[in-house]
T-cell receptor
Framework: QKEVEQNSGPLSVPEGAIASLNCTYS??????FFWYRQYSGKSPELIMSIYSNGDKEDGRFTAQLNKASQYVSLLIRDSQPSDSATYLC????????????FGSGTRLQVQP | DTAVSQTPKYLVTQMGNDKSIKCEQN?????MYWYKQDSKKFLKIMFSYNNKELIINETVPNRFSPKSPDKAHLNLHINSLELGDSAVYFC?????????????FGSGTQLSVL
């Protein structure tokens, strides 16, 4: 089992819809979780972080964390073509490596 | 002003050559990283340094040698390049070793080994 798993996509949604991106992780002791957005040919940039169970909202973005299910998701409301990118889930494992563990990302395509 | 800058942006070279990638950050951060991103977008940690001290050295072939002359610079030298080294290499920095802090990435170096 990969440490951080994401569906590679592409996930295609129409403009204005809600995009739902999912991530599961294997280390039950993981303590903090991040979503990075990466446009094609560009570097990753942090868009959301979440540390406790429940929802965290920031503008059109909502991160959801369920530690019991080892699941973290990112919802993008009112999706725009400019949201088309790869979304990387990253996990801070409490034990083991002293760096974030990244998933391989989900490619999102928002159709105008 | 670019926060984390790495050069070159593109590097095309033959198998067996030796090449270097340079990285500099002007954010005053203590911690710097090298990540490798393969063709499937998987971003994997290679090395990290904190105040010039090596912290992480993942299972990377010893053909890869990082060097940090000061805390603002972290360079990556690769000897005897192989086809499998082709990837995008990202330098990143963070204020401290606290993994809850935001990572600031450089623009990446696309390495193609022919």
């Amino acid at each position: 089992q990969k440490e951080v798993e994401q569906n590679s996509g592409p996930l295609s949604v129409p403009e204005g819809a809600i995009a739902s991106l999912n991530c599961t992780y294997s280390d039950r002791g993981s303590q903090s979780f991040f979503w990075y957005r990466q446009y094609s040919g560009k570097s990753p940039e942090l868009i959301m972080s979440i540390y406790s169970n429940g929802d965290k909202e920031d503008g059109r973005f909502t991160a959801q964390l369920n530690k019991a299910s080892q699941y973290v998701s990112l919802l993008i409301r009112d999706s725009q073509p400019s949201d088309s990118a790869t979304y990387l889930c990253a996990v801070n494992r409490r034990t083991g490596r002293r760096a974030l563990t990244f998933g391989s990302g989900t490619r999102l395509q928002v159709q105008p | 002003d670019t926060a984390v800058s790495q050069t070159p942006k593109y590097l095309v070279t033959q198998m067996g050559n030796d090449k270097s990638i340079k990285c500099e950050q002007n954010l005053g951060h203590d911690t710097m990283y090298w990540y490798k991103q393969d063709s499937k977008k998987f971003l994997k940690i290679m090395f990290s340094y904190n105040n010039k001290e090596l912290i992480i050295n993942e299972t990377v072939p010893n053909r890869f040698s990082p060097k940090s002359p000061d805390k603002a610079h972290l360079n990556l030298h690769i000897n005897s390049l192989e086809l499998g080294d082709s990837a995008v290499y990202f330098c990143a920095s963070s204020p401290t070793m606290n993994l809850d802090e935001k990572l600031f990435f450089g623009s990446g170096t696309q390495l193609s080994v022919l």
